[in-house]
């Protein structure tokens, strides 16, 4: 992951700028949170909330709107600028080849790496990279804090998520080498496409160009069923992570509204369990994709990791 960092690093400024807005989005969801909670035990105690309390709702909300505003519009400029680095290193890599060396060079490969790893890693980098380190941000945060409020509901409601960690470490590696193995397939494909244009005035002369196309076909299936495989592996595998993402709600209301029952937690202090709760579900939940994700794209930067100066 030199490659990745180099990349970062070059647009430190920025990324640093907007990793500062994503937490502070984070940290004012909590404080919008304590708003709504106290707002929720006024009005159950048969009260009228105060309007300077609405007033700092309203204000939280509207603060919170634009940190995730800006947070995005940040986060998006700088994953442009990385992918635009990494497009430009790629044309520097080649412009110092020498002629000898370029003229030795795979056709499709290259086209390849343009095509494929370069456009996926550009994908990864605009729809995961900020995401998912906001997600791990919102997750550390709402472990924190809903352990403040009453540790004894946050570990009882929240115990499961170990299961599901290893539910999601087993899910993640089947996904794992399903994607390898379209992976693999691409790659055969791609090659069997390169030896196709290299060789066309060869087939061409012999009239083999039949053969060739219904080898290039069976490369194309093959690639198709491993595509489909994978997607379907996933689809399953996370449907089921779904399902088992609702157990700590479904605790949630058993194990809190006990203690709202008993006088032991607020009616405030369970809504803000019960809001805050996709959190830490919602990220286990998504976690198998995450990490199939991760390690295409790992796989696609070490590949280009020698091919970018």
């Known amino acids: 992951m030199r490659l990745l960092y180099k990349i970062i690093w070059s ?5 640093a700028l907007a ?13 919008w949170n304590a708003q709504l909670s106290e707002i929720i035990d006024t009005v159950s105690s048969g009260a009228l909330p105060q309007g300077g309390a609405i007033a700092l709702a309203l204000a939280t ?13 940040l986060s998006g400029f700088a994953c442009e600028y990385m992918a635009h680095d990494l497009r430009m290193g790629y044309a520097r890599y080649f ?5 000898a060396a370029a003229e030795q060079l795979n056709t499709g490969e290259q086209l390849s790496l343009l095509q494929n790893e370069i456009a996926d890693v550009a994908a990864y980098l605009n729809g995961n990279l900020f995401p998912l380190f906001g997600d791990c941000v919102r997750f550390i945060a709402t472990i924190c804090w809903l352990s403040y409020l009453n540790v004894k509901l946050a570990i009882s409601a929240n115990l499961p998520v170990i299961a599901i960690l290893l539910y999601v470490f087993y899910s993640s590696k089947l996904i794992e080498t399903a994607v390898k193995k379209s992976q693999q397939a691409k790659e055969r494909m791609n090659r069997h496409a390169d030896i196709i244009l290299t060789a066309f005035p060869i087939i061409k ?10 080898g290039y076909r069976v490369e194309v ?4 069923r491993q595509t489909v495989k994978s997607e379907r592996i996933r689809a399953r595998l996370m449907s089921f992570s779904g399902l088992i993402s609702n157990i700590p709600l479904i605790l949630l209301f058993f194990i809190g509204g006990g203690m709202v029952m008993d006088g032991a937690l607020s009616i405030g202090a369970l809504y803000v369990f019960v809001n805050l709760s996709g959190n830490v579900s919602g990220v286990m939940m998504n976690m198998p994709g995450f990490i199939s994700a991760f390690r295409q794209f790992s796989a696609n930067m070490d590949r280009l990791s020698d091919k970018v100066l």
């Open 11 to 15: 647009r430190g400024y920025l990324t």
């Open 19 to 31: 990793c500062c807005a994503v937490v502070a989005s984070a940290l004012l969801m909590l404080f």
């Open 61 to 73: 909300m509207l603060v919170m709107g634009a940190a995730s505003y800006a947070g995005g519009w």
């Open 95 to 99: 412009a110092s080849l020498p002629a």
């Open 205 to 214: 002369l012999y009239d083999a160009a039949r053969a060739a196309i219904n």
């Open 221 to 224: 299936g093959e690639w198709e």
